[in-house]
């Protein structure tokens, strides 16, 4: 199977290292193609950057509709855009702080989020709710990093997120950690080994459960408001996002098994 990892920022180097994580964990059927848009913000710290960053995803998840990709991650922990890349997809779309969320919530009664900045914080709290994982989310901690920190060899990024993974586990009673960023996508064992406890990472989570729902034979469903986008004219520069005349529904998958 191929599954698209797609970062939505636009750091070349953070979406290396998210295919390189991502690689890591797939299983030896499992084609890992890894992209990011050629428009939009280096890093998404906040809700315009968010905002802005689904059209480049959006463009990224129709490309691979082209290519009939089996199923899609989306790389960066607001889960930007992910119910559009629903209706857009036939395969499924997993973001990675769903992801993560669940698999913590599998093998802990309680997990704390690390993330980066404090004011990106909201975000993940919009995400536990929309995701149902109030009863498992301890708290939301802030290492005040900034994305492109994760980025530089140079900065206290590990020691600063594993200060915050100690107080977790000390102060919020975490039988898990959640790292709440992409770019911490290389981290996660490391850190795990330095606190002594689970620490989720959300790409290689992400990229377990697209697995297993396409080795289920289970695609996005198109009933209702994921049904593929109703086909209309878009105008100006965004014209050529213009949803398009598709043929029937049949996920890739099973299109493969008619074929
Ligand atoms: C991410 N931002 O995973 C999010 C996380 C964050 O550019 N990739 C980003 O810190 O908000």
Do not use: W
Request: glycine share 8%.
């Amino acid at each position: 199977m191929r599954i698209k990892v797609i970062n939505p920022n636009t750091t070349f180097s953070m979406t290396e290292k998210i295919a390189a994580a991502a690689r890591t964990v797939a299983a030896p059927g499992t084609e890992i193609l890894c992209t990011s848009p050629t428009m939009g913000p280096v890093s998404i710290e906040g809700h315009y950057d968010e905002a802005v960053s689904v059209i480049g995803l959006l463009e990224e998840i129709r490309a691979g509709e082209a290519e009939g990709v089996d199923g899609y991650v989306i790389a960066c922990f607001g889960d930007p855009g992910l119910m559009a890349a629903r209706e857009a997809a036939r395969g499924p779309v997993i973001g990675i702080a769903e992801a993560a969320m669940h698999a913590a919530s599998m093998i802990a009664t309680g997990f704390s989020i690390v993330t980066t900045l404090a004011r990106t914080k909201i975000i993940a709290r919009h995400l536990v709710e929309v995701y149902g994982m109030q009863r498992f989310c301890r708290r939301i901690r802030a290492s005040d990093l900034a994305v492109l920190d994760l980025e530089d060899p140079k900065s206290n990024a590990r020691a600063l997120i594993i200060r915050e993974c100690r107080r977790a586990i000390e102060e919020d009673e975490a039988g898990a950690i959640v790292l709440g960023c992409a770019g911490m996508a290389d981290l996660a064992g490391d850190i795990s080994r330095t606190v002594g406890a689970p620490v989720v990472e959300g790409v290689t989570a992400a990229v377990k459960f697209v697995e297993a729902l396409v080795g289920l034979g289970l695609s996005t469903s198109k009933l209702g408001d994921l049904a593929v986008p109703i086909v209309k004219p878009y105008r100006g520069a965004l014209s050529a996002l213009a949803p398009e005349a598709r043929a029937p529904n049949v996920p890739p998958t099973q299109a493969r098994v008619r074929s």
